[in-house]
């Protein structure tokens, strides 16, 4: 992906969104906001990557209405590149209705949520038309942007902007996908080819996502690569970590032997996979870069918390139902560090032993 050509879309967005009437104004210590990214809601088909985590986001959306959060939805919500909108509908509606029911306000009148590359077509003018066809009214109270900004320092943006068949040849893509690739892809049971399953092109999308919040001194929350990041940290990099840590720590040998076992077996399963590194080891990196996962993950679902003054990724687990903390940390702690350009420091964790990706 061109850095430049990423740069020049993000600073567009970002400038839109820092504008009055898009801007959303928020108390860190008080409001409290959920943050979901690409469930690629199909059809119910094979081929549908959301289906076997649908129950449990529905458990996940009512957790969160209970305890007054309020919903973002980070792009490709909705999978328009392989399905019709109105077979979406049909499949999940009321998932729908109930995200719509949580989503933030963009304005009194209006809930907001962010598109990605593929629901892109949602905030086109021709879908306007199409949607009057369908005569329903559920996305009535609904307005699309392209990103968020939470006060001025934190950033909300699928992240597919400035790659070439994602962004500016999106449609040639999406004819592909609809056309050919769903039907491989349900013939083989097979994912699709892009940051999320190309570890390389992954890699090379968020180095250049780091590489611009840190410019910017922005908390830049994107989803789109189906990794969950933390502070510029992904699980891999806690666990490494935490072995480091165990292995300085004044505990009896056989439980520090047990605790570094339990985390070298999953660090096991990543073998082979190449490594991203933001800054030059043993460099730590800037706190500037987050990722919210995605929804379909083979064992479950990855989301942020933002709740009065901590951010935290949660993982919910598909096998028990379970919402596990595999990290947190103090916003202002982390926006501090941003601001100097520097290392957040040890106090961020890592609770779960669970792989999620």
């Not at 979901?36 to 059809?43: A, E, P």
């Not at 941003?338 to 420091?345: E, T």
Request: proline letters at 3%.
């Amino acid at each position: 992906m061109s850095y430049s050509r990423m740069t020049r879309k993000f600073n567009r967005i970002h400038a839109r969104a820092r504008k009055a009437g898009h801007l959303r104004t928020v108390d860190l210590d008080k409001d409290a906001f959920v943050l979901f990214s690409d469930h690629h809601k199909g059809d119910g088909s094979s081929a549908d990557d959301f289906k076997e985590n649908a129950a449990l986001y529905m458990q996940a959306l009512c957790h969160y209405q209970e305890r007054g959060f309020k919903l973002i939805v980070l792009g490709d919500s909705e999978d328009c590149w392989e399905n019709s909108y109105g077979r979406i509908l049909a499949q999940y509606g009321p998932v729908i209705k109930k995200e719509i029911a949580l989503a933030a306000a963009a304005s009194p009148q209006k809930k907001v949520r962010i598109w990605g590359n593929h629901d892109k077509e949602i905030s086109l003018r021709r879908f306007r038309r199409y949607y009057r066809q369908l005569k329903t009214a559920l996305l009535d109270g609904v307005t699309y942007r392209e990103g968020v900004c939470l006060g001025l320092d934190i950033f909300l943006v699928h992240g597919h902007q400035g790659r070439f068949f994602e962004d500016i040849a999106w449609r040639a893509s999406r004819l592909a996908v609809k056309f050919i690739w769903k039907g491989l892809q349900e013939f083989f049971l097979i994912g699709k080819e892009g940051p999320a399953e190309n570890v390389r092109l992954r890699d090379d999308v968020e180095m250049n996502y780091y590489r611009w919040a840190k410019k910017k001194r922005l908390l830049l929350i994107c989803g789109h690569t189906h990794r969950a990041m933390f502070a510029s940290f992904t699980h891999l990099d806690f666990l490494e970590k935490e072995i480091l840590e165990l292995k300085e720590k004044n505990e009896p040998e056989k439980i520090i032997a047990k605790k570094i076992a339990e985390r070298e077996q999953i660090l096991s399963r990543r073998q082979g996979l190449t490594r991203l590194f933001f800054e030059t080891p043993p460099k730590k990196p800037v706190p500037c870069y987050f990722n919210a996962g995605c929804c379909c993950y083979a064992n479950g679902i990855t989301c942020l918390e933002l709740e009065k003054g901590w951010i935290r990724l949660i993982k919910w687990q598909r096998q028990t139902g379970e919402r596990t903390i595999l990290a947190e940390e103090s916003v202002e702690r982390i926006l501090a560090a941003i601001r100097k350009r520097a290392p957040l420091g040890d106090r961020a964790t890592s609770n779960s032993l669970e792989s999620i990706s």
